[in-house]
């Protein structure tokens, strides 16, 4: 079940709880965001834990490379909490090779993006990550 705020236009926006420690990238896609998707931010995995509570997100964007906890223990955690499992995961990651690939592909998020990345490319993927959920 999607929770959406409703908009100014009275059309509901998905919640997207955005992780990212560098505040410019963070900031760049919650502005790009913000017409059609109710943002929120965390710095870190830590963060993130925390205010999933209250943000209640449909879908979380999360950087691989973050201090204190890493998107890759984040995403282990979520897929752990029977509650949050079923929340769609995007990462992204500027990150390459084998054995990033690996841990990539055991953490098994709902999509993988190279950094850089162009917003138009994560809101491809956030449509894509919301209609999956929709469906199920």
Do not use: N, W
Request: charged share 30%; net charge negative.
């Amino acid at each position: 079940m999607l929770l959406c705020a409703l908009g100014v236009e009275g059309r509901p926006r998905p919640r997207v709880l955005l992780v990212e420690d560098h505040v410019d990238t963070r900031l760049m896609y919650a502005e790009y965001l913000r017409p059609d998707y109710e943002t929120s931010e965390a710095g870190d995995g830590f963060a993130a834990l925390e205010s999933i509570q209250d943000v209640r997100p449909d879908v979380i964007v999360t950087d691989l490379a973050l201090p204190r906890m890493d998107g890759f223990e984040l995403i282990a955690r979520l897929r752990a909490d029977e509650r949050l499992r079923s929340i769609p995961v995007i990462a992204l990651s500027g990150y390459s090779g084998a054995e990033v690939a690996a841990r990539v592909k055991a953490a098994a998020p709902s999509a993988l993006i190279q950094k850089p990345c162009l917003p138009e490319t994560l809101v491809e993927e956030l449509r894509k990550a919301l209609a999956e959920r929709a469906s199920d």
